[in-house]
């Protein structure tokens, strides 16, 4: 097997006093979608905070694309291919759909491949084409993630974290929303998912990690995490078709 494009080691991190994260271990090889699942407050957004350098750790190792990137300001870890797209969604409210994607490709030059690169985000989210001159925060919060998704493309990305991209949004945005994560990684995304819809995500992901208060306590092929009756019974209930 090729080397990890992302590979974190016994990560430990904390707010102050409290830990957080005890010793994570997960790896993510290039070209995969690998999701991590685990009920409220067990650490999967600060996991993708760790990595993308928003949290600091306090021990351990996190490799991306064969560099150390455990203590790294987060603008140079995007800088090297890694970009997230946040829980909550945090577009800018005030500037327009085409001014938060340009946000997103702050750190290119190439006016053409921006162009080109907007143009393909609009492909995939048509509703945001017709909304390109309005306020991201007149937007639905269907259309919202749909731009925070959008935006975090526009670095073009090696590794695309992607934090609860379906929450709280109606059934057809999540199926458009997954269908699109399926359509980025064809095209050669790495993507690192985490999801409270832990049967969305582990219905198209390759591998998935269960994260219980800090700890991965399970580690497996999603399709084998999906018929695992411990999962079932505690991520999988009736609500989560």
Do not use: W
Not at 92 to 116: C, S, W, Y
């Amino acid at each position: 097997m090729s080397e990890p494009l992302l590979s974190l080691s016994a990560v430990h991190t904390s707010y102050g006093n409290i830990e957080a994260l005890h010793g994570i271990d997960l790896v993510v090889y290039p070209g995969e979608i690998v999701c991590l699942i685990g009920a409220n407050g067990a650490g999967k957004t600060t996991t993708l905070m760790s990595i993308s350098g928003c949290v600091k750790t306090r021990s351990g190792t996190i490799r991306f694309d064969g560099k150390d990137i455990t203590q790294m300001p987060s603008d140079r870890i995007v800088r090297l291919g890694l970009a997230q797209s946040p829980e909550g969604r945090k577009i800018f409210p005030r500037l327009t759909v085409l001014e938060n994607l340009e946000m997103g490709a702050f750190i290119r030059d190439d006016k053409a491949g921006i162009a080109a690169d907007i143009e393909r985000v609009i492909a995939l989210f048509p509703i945001l084409g017709e909304r390109r001159h309005q306020a991201g925060g007149t937007l639905s919060g269907g259309e919202q993630q749909m731009l925070a998704v959008g935006r975090a493309m526009m670095s073009r990305p090696k590794l695309l974290l992607l934090d609860e991209p379906s929450l709280g949004l109606a059934p057809l945005i999540v199926l458009k929303i997954f269908e699109v994560i399926k359509t980025l990684n064809a095209e050669g995304t790495t993507i690192l998912l985490v999801e409270q819809n832990a049967r969305m995500a582990l219905r198209h992901s390759h591998r998935g990690y269960v994260l219980e208060t800090g700890a991965i306590t399970m580690a497996d092929k999603a399709d084998v995490l999906l018929a695992d009756p411990r999962v079932q019974a505690a991520y999988l209930g009736e609500g989560d078709h």
